[in-house]
């Protein structure tokens, strides 16, 4: 899971004590002291509100933080400055935007939802946070959303209760409603807007897949209005320069939608207006959703709650109205909260989270280039996810037969996300100059960090950990990919043993997220600082293990495996065996089975 795709909805951060004004928005307590300071000073702790030419232009700035996430707080001051926009005469429009270059909203606290701790507390969460969006989207001023980076969760339910979409067409651009992925469902009118935006299959593939949509589909699909490109560099940095471009760009928007000179009205074409017919009639509908049901069964094994409360919410709605929708995406929103399975999900979140930090801290030199030994299958991928990160990578095999396997591998890989429109041929180009295939230790002087990946065999490991040494720096670090061998015993041969470490990649290398980082009693700090930094920067989810049998991942398969000995020598037979892999495979990558045979 993404986590990048892990965001929850607006409706997860609303607190409960939320009061009801006279403007109709819910109030939380405490809030005066950010009113006063907004009037005062047009500015809060997270949000600031800037009038230009009759357009209110509120930014979303979180302190001391990276990203911008839906916390109480900012709820709270974004309540205000809802209310000022709506009242003040001054304001005839209005512009939402990061005031950070690159990231727009990624989505609420988890924690807020954690700390709900019933589903009647969380539905009430969920209600709270559908009146807020209710009141935008019903703002007889326009409202403009400018989107520059993930808009995911409660990021998304924001921009869609606005009246128009603005887009940069770019990498990090991109909207999402992950909520399935913790067991959850989009809670603050997600479920009822989406649909009616874009078409009925759409809406079901996002919010039953989490994945992230694109700006360029985004507007192909009609959930956004306007797409822009990036600037480069100019007197600012390129993202500087992009996040004034969409400021402007919005800001002129929103007067023109005010002064009625743009209207927003999105054509539809003429397979989705039929779509849109049939969807429209009960047969339509429910053949549409009785698909994505025996789908989702299928897939998952009717496992998970989530789609099928996502499939039933969308039911009701597009039968009975946006009132019956939204009471039962609130109710839904609460029960999924308590299940195991949210639990669970959302469990494995914060893990990856806590993954994601390298507790080792900041390198004394961050590594810049990276040899890998060995083109195998492996090597070949370790290479891969390294060089299309922006390393500098030396790529040595003993032939030019082995070497050659792994550069085609690694231009097969990098054609094939060209395919996928990751990147441009010509940034394809500009990665591949930066891998450097050799046969010779002598080319790898200039390595910060060598990663072997060699035969399964100490002797052979000793031996190339002796050659690595002869030809590089005393800071040089040699990390081991080897998934069995003690580390303490590679380190052995080793004349600076503070500078080995384990790094243990799972094949494929560029799919499998995992990396297990082991360290022995004598590993530097620093060492282990600089592998968690490289793994991180490959896009890995770490784990730091001290070196013992099997390290981590292959200890814990071992009571799976002890198991399913066990089941064949009690007499479960082969065939029955393979049937229950057919049961377990849809829910996991291999079945027991194909695992024992895969490591055996």
Same mark, same amino acid.
Request: proline share 5%.
């Given at each position: 899971?993404?986590?990048?795709?892990?965001?929850?909805?607006?409706?997860?951060?609303?607190?409960?004590?939320?009061?009801?004004?006279?403007?109709?928005?819910?109030?939380?307590?405490?809030?005066?002291?950010?009113?006063?300071?907004?009037?005062?000073?047009?500015? /809060?702790?997270?949000?600031?509100?800037?009038?230009?030419?009759?357009?209110?232009?509120?930014?979303?700035?979180?302190?001391?933080?990276?990203?911008?996430?839906?916390?109480?707080?900012?709820?709270?001051?974004?309540?205000?400055?809802?209310?000022?926009?709506?009242?003040?005469?001054?304001?005839?429009?209005?512009?939402?935007?990061?005031?950070?270059?690159?990231?727009?909203?990624?989505?609420?606290?988890?924690?807020?939802?954690?700390?709900?701790?019933?589903? =009647?507390?969380?539905?009430?969460?969920?209600?709270?946070?559908?009146?807020?969006?209710?009141?935008?989207?019903?703002?007889?001023?326009?409202?403009?959303?400018?989107?520059?980076?993930?808009?995911?969760?409660?990021?998304?339910?924001?921009?869609?209760?606005?009246?128009?979409?603005?887009?940069?067409?770019?990498?990090?651009?991109?909207?999402?409603?992950?909520?399935?992925?913790?067991?959850?469902?989009?809670?603050?009118?997600?479920?009822?807007?989406?649909?009616?935006?874009?078409?009925?299959?759409?809406?079901?593939?996002?919010?039953?897949?989490?994945?992230?949509?694109?700006?360029?589909?985004?507007?192909?699909?009609?959930?956004?209005?306007?797409?822009?490109?990036?600037?480069?560099?100019?007197?600012?940095?390129?993202?500087?320069?992009?996040?004034?471009?969409? =400021?402007?760009?919005?800001?002129?928007?929103?007067?023109?939608?005010?002064?009625?000179?743009?209207?927003?009205?999105?054509?539809?074409?003429?397979?989705?207006?039929?779509?849109?017919?049939?969807?429209?009639?009960?047969?339509?509908?429910?053949?549409?959703?009785?698909?994505?049901?025996?789908?989702?069964?299928?897939?998952?094994?009717?496992?998970?709650?989530?789609?099928?409360?996502?499939?039933?919410?969308?039911?009701?709605?597009?039968?009975?109205?946006?009132?019956?929708?939204?009471?039962?995406?609130?109710?839904?929103?609460?029960?999924?909260?308590?299940?195991?399975?949210?639990?669970?999900?959302?469990?494995?979140?914060? /893990?990856?989270?806590?993954?994601?930090?390298?507790?080792?801290?900041?390198?004394?030199?961050?590594?810049?280039?990276?040899?890998?030994?060995?083109?195998?299958l492996m090597g070949a991928g370790i290479a891969h996810v390294s060089v299309d990160k922006g390393y500098k990578v030396i790529l040595k095999d003993a032939n030019i037969k082995g070497l050659a396997r792994g550069q085609e591998q690694i231009t097969k890989g990098l054609a094939t996300a060209v395919k996928k429109r990751k990147f441009t041929s010509f940034e394809r180009e500009k990665i591949l100059s930066n891998l450097y295939p050799t046969?010779?230790?002598?080319?790898?002087?200039?390595?910060d960090i060598v990663i072997e990946a060699v035969f399964e065999d100490l002797k052979v490991k000793h031996k190339v950990l002796q050659d690595t040494e002869k030809a590089t720096s005393e800071d040089c670090i040699f990390a081991s990919n080897t998934s069995a061998l003690p580390i303490t015993d590679i380190a052995k041969a080793s004349s600076r043993p503070h500078k080995v470490i384990g790094m243990h990649y799972f094949s494929p290398v560029?799919?499998?997220?995992?990396?297990?980082?082991?360290?022995?009693?004598?590993?530097?700090?620093?060492?282990?600082?600089?592998?968690?930094?490289?793994?991180?920067?490959?896009?890995?989810?770490?784990?730091?293990?001290?070196?013992?049998?099997?390290?981590?991942?292959?200890?814990?398969?071992?009571?799976?495996?002890?198991?399913?000995?066990?089941?064949?020598?009690?007499?479960?037979?082969?065939?029955?065996?393979?049937?229950?892999?057919?049961?377990?495979?849809?829910?996991?990558?291999?079945?027991?089975?194909?695992?024992?045979?895969?490591?055996?």
């Open positions: 899971m993404a986590m990048r795709y892990t965001a929850l909805s607006m409706g997860s951060v609303l607190m409960p004590r939320a009061c009801r004004t006279s403007s109709g928005l819910g109030i939380f307590r405490g809030i005066s002291t950010s009113r006063v300071m907004f009037q005062e000073q047009g500015k /809060g702790k997270i949000l600031s509100l800037e009038v230009k030419d009759g357009v209110g232009i509120v930014k979303i700035d979180a302190p001391n933080s990276k990203v911008n996430t839906l916390s109480a707080d900012m709820q709270a001051e974004f309540q205000d400055v809802l209310h000022q926009i709506l009242n003040r005469p001054d304001i005839t429009s209005a512009v939402l935007m990061s005031g950070k270059p690159g990231t727009f909203i990624v989505g609420a606290d988890i924690n807020m939802i954690e700390a709900a701790g019933t589903a =009647e507390a969380t539905t009430a969460l969920s209600k709270a946070g559908q009146a807020m969006f209710d009141e935008m989207e019903r703002s007889p001023k326009p409202i403009v959303a400018a989107v520059y980076g993930p808009c995911l969760g409660g990021g998304l339910e924001l921009a869609l209760a606005t009246q128009y979409r603005i887009a940069v067409n770019d990498k990090k651009t991109g909207f999402g409603v992950p909520e399935v992925m913790l067991g959850l469902l989009p809670g603050a009118g997600g479920t009822w807007r989406l649909p009616k935006l874009v078409s009925l299959p759409g809406a079901l593939d996002m919010m039953l897949t989490g994945r992230t949509v694109k700006a360029a589909p985004a507007k192909k699909m009609g959930l956004v209005d306007l797409t822009i490109d990036p600037l480069g560099p100019g007197l600012s940095d390129p993202e500087t320069n992009t996040l004034r471009y969409l =400021e402007s760009t919005a800001v002129q928007v929103a007067k023109d939608l005010a002064s009625g000179k743009l209207k927003a009205t999105r054509k539809k074409g003429l397979v989705t207006r039929i779509q849109d017919f049939v969807f429209g009639t009960e047969y339509g509908r429910n053949f549409v959703l009785d698909k994505a049901k025996e789908k989702v069964v299928k897939t998952t094994g009717g496992l998970y709650p989530a789609p099928l409360k996502i499939l039933d919410v969308l039911r009701a709605g597009l039968a009975e109205g946006v009132v019956s929708a939204l009471d039962a995406e609130a109710k839904a929103f609460g029960a999924l909260s308590q299940t195991r399975e949210s639990k669970a999900l959302i469990g494995l979140y914060h /893990g990856q989270v806590a993954c994601k930090k390298n507790r080792f801290g900041t390198p004394e030199h961050p590594p810049k280039t990276i040899a890998v030994l060995g083109a195998g046969l010779s230790y002598a080319d790898l002087k200039e390595a560029d799919k499998m997220q995992l990396l297990e980082i082991i360290t022995t009693d004598k590993t530097s700090q620093d060492t282990a600082a600089s592998a968690v930094q490289v793994g991180l920067k490959q896009g890995k989810i770490v784990v730091t293990v001290k070196d013992g049998p099997g390290f981590y991942t292959t200890r814990i398969l071992a009571p799976m495996q002890v198991e399913m000995m066990r089941l064949l020598q009690v007499s479960q037979s082969f065939s029955s065996d393979r049937h229950r892999d057919r049961q377990t495979i849809r829910m996991r990558p291999a079945g027991r089975h194909a695992v024992r045979q895969s490591i055996s």
